[in-house]
């Protein structure tokens, strides 16, 4: 019997064709998906190029890469910046510069006169820098603003190895260091004043006979304040000479370059004694008075805005007018006086006040009094 033949089944699929709107759903998906896949992708790269980078410097190159990874994620971190960091507004930083600049100490020149006291340093305190160093934070400690270094005394000498040819005989055996000197007292706060003993000066009077008071006569002897050298006769500078008025300066100059930007000069004057037997050379008509104070205005006008003068005059030349200097020390143009007391008599603070006042009236316009050990201004 024949076997009965099956019918075959036809294969149906779901759909055969798509609609219109299917096809616009379709395209959409892969746009949305396209754009899931690109914005992962711009959110990874900084990630990927800089494990990329990393990976190629120290496994290719063998080296370190700078931590760009911390710059990389500092651009990508979303978050605000603190307050504290974002740019204040042009007219809040002009008030915060203007604050900081009036808080900070400014620089004080070493020309400028401070108010305080004064006091005076032994050479010997000075031969090192350690107990340089010591001596001015002791000084310092005691709230001293002022330290006057004697580095030119009446006899003659100076304390350190100066340089100027007049003063070729004048150094003495044992000298300091006056730029170190002046170096650490200013680190240390302090003012240093370099004392500096002008015409009574019997050494430099012999090294340049042209710059001495000479009997007068002729002959070229150098005239003494005593009968003579046996008598303790010693020589002096003449406030008339030039020659004299140069050294001085010049010492001055010499200091300054060391770094003392005060100085204090002491007898700026004429010897004691008054005698007929004493020769100046050209005067030049002046009197004693007028010849000592066109010296101090040649040495204010040559160390303007250089060097701080001051002058120091003991108190019984600022009571009365001596035949020292024929008029009182404010009158000869003195700016900056320093009345130095005598040793170990005791003085009257009212009177101490009227002179210093008297001083002020006459056109001074700094006034410190001070005994051997310390001063202070009035």
Known sequence: MPRRRRNKKVKRYHRSFYSRGDKIKKALGILLLAAVVLGAAWL????????ATHTW????????????????????????????????PASSQAASSQAAASSEALPVAGTAIREGSWASVSLSALGDEASIRAAAQNLAQQGVTYALIPLKDT???????????????????????PARIAAIFKEEGLVPVAGVAAFQDPIAAYTDRGMSIQYAGGGGYLW??????????????????????????????????????????????????????????ETGGLSRDARLAADIAAWDARFADRVTLWYEYPLASCTGVSTTLGALPAQLGVQNLVVSLPAGEAQDPALLEQTAQQMKQLGAAYVVVRDSESGMFY
Do not use: M
């Open 44 to 51: 990874a790269a900084p990630y990927v190029l800089d494990w």
């Open 57 to 88: 410097y120290t496994v290719v190159r063998d080296r370190e890469l700078p931590a760009s990874s911390e710059a990389v994620s500092s651009q990508a971190d979303p978050r605000p910046e603190p307050a504290s960091s974002r740019p204040e």
């Open 155 to 177: 006899t003659g000498y100076i304390y350190y190895a100066s340089a100027v040819p007049a003063a070729s005989r004048s150094v003495a055996a044992h000298v300091v260091d």
């Open 224 to 281: 003494l304040d005593a009968a003579n050298a046996a008598a303790g006769g010693k020589a002096w500078l003449n406030p008339y000479a030039d020659s004299a008025v140069q050294f001085i300066g010049d010492l001055i100059e010499e200091l300054y370059g060391c770094g003392f930007e005060q100085v204090c000069l002491s007898a700026v004057q004429f010897p004691p004694a008054v005698s007929s037997s004493q020769g100046f050379g």
